[in-house]
Structure formats: C-alpha cells, structure tokens
C-alpha cells in the first residue's frame, strides 16, 4: 500500500470526510486531498501531526511494510 492510499484509509476506516478531518487537525482540506490524489506529498511534521491524531506508529500512517527481503 502506498502513503495515499493509507492516508485515505486510515482517514474513511474512521469515518472522517476530508472536510473533518481538516476541522479536527487545522490541515487544510485541500492539502489533504492533494495527498490522497497524488499530487503533493506531505511533509515530515505534518505526518507525525497526524499519526498521533490517529494514535498509531507514522510507519502505520504512511503503509510502510517493515518486511525485508
């Protein structure tokens, strides 16, 4: 899974829109869904901001796969 594709599904699995989201967490709607469509990538500080907004490791976060080969 790549960071888009976790950011979204950590955001619906809680049943937050984007415009929540923002409300709860001061980022912007817009930067939120440029991150869920690949058209921006987020920047280190606001991922932490929204790992301990969810409670969980950034590794989780971003759909990091800690499995090495």
């Known amino acids: 899974m790549n960071y888009r594709q976790a950011l979204k599904q950590h955001r619906v699995s809680r049943g937050l829109s984007i415009y929540k989201l923002s409300k709860l967490t001061g980022i912007s709607k ?4 440029s991150w869920e469509n690949s058209k921006s990538i987020p920047r280190l500080p606001t991922l932490f901001k ?3 907004f969810y409670g969980i490791p950034l590794d989780e976060l971003v759909g990091r796969d800690k499995t090495f080969n």
């Open 30 to 33: 817009n930067t939120s869904s």
């Open 50 to 52: 929204l790992a301990d």
